[in-house]
């Protein structure tokens, strides 16, 4: 019993429920691990009863929580200050405001913004606390609107040096903002990957979520490459010339996107531009974003330029550089000088590209522009988790606990934020990566938004079916979500496919973040509440993977696809019973309004590919169906013609069931009729790509996250083939047509 109190004192549950029904007690050892990632010994009787003990003379006995939230329509619990107690408030601006006696609903008539609360009681005992004063919601989409969906990687122009660039993303805002009235273009992430060679190719594993990768550069767009001069010319006409090449090889060549050939190009020519003396306009805006970065820039650059030496994996490096705060590391760093400005130049050229691309958003009419994209974790040894090690947890992993339909669970391989250490320093790794995130976007997706509540750990060394879910402070989360937002003035997305947590949706909705709605899994699944209903064929794809949506080796991960074991309680309907079982299609009406609504992802087939049964083809050949192929086969044709039906007597599908576009328009009709804020259009889908960018359950089995955009053929197809295609325009003409 001292145990199991002790692990709820910290969050961390002794049971999980596998399927509606069930309840499974989570190991003893279990919790004992992932106490001892928090700090907190359990390991004997005697330890529990000095942790209990521990915990009530610290924590137990506080005046004030570690950080205290407060917004307009909720004050904060203050009731056990002692009588006599008087507060005071340092407000972010350097202000100061003298409260008196606890009066909670004063607190949450403070500027919005994070503040030092003060708490001093008659018998002179002190406390402070970061006081968070959020606003009830993030900001609303200005109006409904329509957008596209992309991996940039994947969209190539005649410009590319082998994948696509942010050069290629603000030429897309500005045709598709101008040319479609497209409102929106979302991303997938752009963080700072750990380097290779080979780089894991997929974005939702990545080095740092706080800085974009400057393989995303448009190289030619850096203003000093016009003041490259004699060998230097000569060198980066080389380089250019060699990029014409790379990218003649994926468009023309049948060649697959190779990031590290990329990055290899583009970083030559980069030392080459690092070379050129910025003019004093270009120094002075220079000087200006490492004084508004400061010790978090400084010290992903201070890894990058380490990594180059040492390799990409901290743990491994010499010990006195394992603690960014080491002499060993101030030493070394002051050797490096030259390298870490070579790294935090790319960054700051990198946010003037992300600026210059949302720009060029909102100057072709997009009321939203960027949507960018924050993945659920980062690498265990890469750049954030070396410069912030007291935040997360060490030897601990995120994934996901088994159920219904995965037996073995699934561990992603990503380190888990300890909560503990959030509320202690007021949040601010959070809210320095959501600043960060929201510095050039009209809206932010985030992956896995269930982890805002709660996430999964697993302890090294253990399958993830032994693993307990920990528990973080989702009121201070969403606050601190809400805060930076509207600083930003960005709406949210919360990708919460799957299962999710009873409740978790109805808060999201409260605070004004939008959920994703995927056409097929949009279902009638019994007249249950919402929030318990499974919604995605993947189970949440993405969960099949290391941190959603990206891909690991298949004896680390379940099937993925919808057809076989899936992620955290997320059943696909295609592994619901087979036909005349299936659970009734949501008519339009039903939709909630609060969503970003598209007919698939990039965990998930393209509808061409679902169309024509390319899909379960696909997996055939790789041995992924968790079936014999005859009875998957008869499963996907009966949801098939079931949708056909559905969209026929809708009158969605005027031309006929048969002609594949016309389908694909018809889908899209579909969304149209829901009262969804924002509808996306899976990019490939828009020239009848067969192939996904993801597959979940494979590795080496399928190229993840290389694949350029490409037509029903598999030719790829350029940003300028894309921007003059028939198919294209004839299906954006739907959506236009739809918002009038």
């Not at 050069?167 to 897309?172: P, T």
């Not at 048969?658 to 490939?684: I, Q, S, Y």
Request: proline share 9%.
């Amino acid at each position: 019993m001292g145990r199991a109190r002790l692990a709820r004192l910290h969050g961390v549950a002794t049971s999980y429920a596998p399927s509606p029904g069930k309840s499974v007690q989570t190991a003893d050892d279990t919790v004992v691990a992932v106490l001892a990632a928090l700090g907190v010994d359990a390991s004997t009787p005697h330890a529990v009863r000095t942790a209990l003990a521990a915990y009530e003379d610290g924590a137990g006995r506080a005046l004030l929580p570690r950080t205290v939230v407060a917004r307009p329509d909720r004050p904060p619990d203050l009731t056990g200050l002692p009588e006599g107690t008087v507060l005071r408030v340092e407000t972010e601006g350097g202000g100061t405001a003298d409260l008196g006696a606890p009066d909670p609903a004063a607190l949450t008539r403070l500027p919005l913004g994070i503040h030092v609360l003060e708490a001093q009681t008659p018998g002179g005992r002190t406390a402070r606390a970061p006081l968070i004063v959020a606003p009830d919601r993030v900001p609303a989409p200005p109006g409904r609107s329509h957008g596209f969906l992309v991996q940039l990687y994947s969209l190539l122009s005649r410009r590319s040096w082998g994948m696509g660039d942010l050069g290629d993303l603000a030429d897309l805002a500005a045709w598709s903002g101008r040319a479609l009235g497209t409102g929106f273009v979302q991303l997938n992430p752009l963080h700072a990957a750990v380097p290779g060679p080979p780089t894991d190719p997929s974005p939702y594993r990545p080095s740092s979520r706080r800085f974009p990768d400057p393989v995303h550069l448009r190289i030619e767009h850096i203003p000093e490459y016009a003041d490259l001069a004699g060998t230097a010319r000569l060198r980066a006409d080389e380089l250019a010339a060699r990029a014409h090449t790379l990218r003649s090889e994926v468009l023309e060549g049948g060649a697959l996107i190779d990031r590290d050939a990329v990055w290899a190009l583009k970083r030559e020519a980069l030392e080459l531009l690092w070379a050129v003396p910025l003019s004093p306009g270009r120094r002075a805006a220079y000087c200006d974003f490492l004084a508004e970065q400061g010790q978090a820039l400084e010290d992903h650059a201070t890894w990058c330029a380490i990594a180059e030496r040492h390799g990409p994996d901290w743990r491994g490096w010499p010990d006195g550089l394992r603690d960014p705060r080491s002499p060993g590391t101030a030493r070394l760093r002051h050797r490096l000088l030259d390298r870490i400005d070579f790294h935090c130049r790319l960054a700051w050229l990198t946010d003037q590209q992300l600026a210059a691309a949302q720009r060029a958003a909102r100057d072709a009419g997009m009321a939203i522009g960027l949507v960018h994209d924050l993945a659920v974790g980062v690498h265990p040894s890469g750049a954030d988790t070396w410069a912030q090690q007291d935040a997360f947890a060490a030897g601990m992993s995120i994934g996901a606990p088994p159920d219904a339909f995965n037996a073995r669970g699934q561990d992603w391989g990503l380190p888990p934020w300890r909560p503990d250490a959030l509320a202690a320093a007021g949040y601010a790794p959070y809210r320095e990566l959501l600043r960060g995130l929201l510095r050039h976007a009209g809206a932010l997706r985030i992956d896995h938004v269930m982890g805002l509540f709660r996430l999964w750990w697993v302890p090294e060394g253990r399958p993830p079916t032994e693993g307990a879910y920990v528990r973080y402070d989702g009121e201070a989360m969403l606050s601190v979500l809400a805060l930076e937002a509207q600083r930003a003035g960005a709406a949210v997305i919360g990708e919460d496919l799957g299962t999710v947590e009873p409740g978790v949706r109805d808060a999201l909705a409260a605070r004004g973040v939008l959920g994703t709605s995927v056409l097929w899994f949009e279902r009638d699944y019994g007249g249950g509440e919402r929030d318990a209903a499974p919604r995605a064929e993947a189970a949440e794809a993405a969960e099949a993977a290391d941190g959603p949506g990206a891909a690991r080796a298949p004896e680390a991960v379940p099937d993925g696809s919808g057809r076989g074991p899936a992620g955290e309680g997320g059943a696909a309907r295609e592994a619901a019973p087979g036909p005349g079982a299936a659970a009734r299609i949501l008519a339009p009406g039903e939709w909630r309004s609060g969503c970003l609504a598209t007919v698939t992802t990039h965990d998930l087939p393209t509808t061409a590919a679902r169309l024509t049964g390319a899909d379960v083809a696909l997996r055939e050949r790789l041995g992924l169906l968790a079936g014999p192929p005859e009875r998957e086969r008869s499963r996907a044709t009966y949801e098939l013609a079931e949708w056909m039906g559905e969209l026929v007597r809708r009158g969605l599908l005027p031309e006929g069931q048969g002609d594949e576009e016309a389908a694909v328009k018809a889908v899209h009709r579909f969304l149209l009729r829901t009262p969804a804020r924002m509808v996306g259009v899976w990019l490939p889908d828009a020239v009848g790509d067969r192939r996904p960018q993801n597959l979940p359950g494979t590795w080496d089995e399928y190229p993840n996250w290389r694949l350029p955009i490409a037509g029903p053929d598999g030719r790829p197809h350029t940003l300028e083939e894309l921007a003059a295609s028939p198919r294209l325009h004839a299906l954006m003409r739907e959506l236009s047509d739809g918002y009038r």
